[in-house]
């Protein structure tokens, strides 16, 4: 591991998470409609997809902190400790799911859909990451003026 650094594992991490939304058809998002189809013509692939990423991630996780006092790469771990649910966390859970539910597509199946060059996808990609801009800068704005007297 000598000379890997945190950004080469996050990279290659995202690598590995992009060819597995490939592999499971994940990046189609007339798969990720079929699932969301309850009434019509269900594919239950997408629950497979995230029952066995769940599974995955559970034992991965407990045996990693189990047997590791920090990570190899940090100089601790970095776990979550809000436990609250507020406004910010419902309304993007809601934008959320309305973007899902009506297109078929989410951030990563987006980003990685993205490098067929299908236009559709570019649309969509360029409109979530001026939305994730646009977001950013009003929430400073919104921050400076809060802290300004």
């Excluded at 009506?102 to 060059?117: H, I, N």
């Excluded at 360029?126 to 300004?148: D, P, T």
Aim: hydrophobic share 55%.
């Amino acid at each position: 591991m000598r000379g890997l650094r945190q950004t080469h594992v996050s990279f290659l991490s995202g690598v590995l998470f992009a060819l597995g939304l490939g592999i499971a058809g994940m990046t189609r998002p007339a798969k990720v409609l079929a699932f969301l189809d309850i009434t019509g013509d269900w594919d239950p692939s997408l629950a497979l997809v995230m029952v066995g990423a769940i599974a995955v991630y559970g034992v991965a996780f407990r045996q990693i902190t189990s047997r590791l006092q920090r990570p190899l790469l940090l100089p601790r771990f970095e776990l979550p400790t809000r436990t609250d649910i507020d406004a910010r966390l419902v309304v993007g859970s809601i934008l959320f799911g309305v973007g899902w539910g009506l297109l078929g597509l989410c951030p990563g199946p987006a980003l990685t859909a993205a490098v067929t060059g299908d236009a559709g996808l570019l649309i969509f990609v360029a409109g979530m990451l001026a939305g994730m801009i646009g977001f950013n800068l009003a929430l400073e704005a919104l921050q400076e003026r809060r802290r300004a007297p």
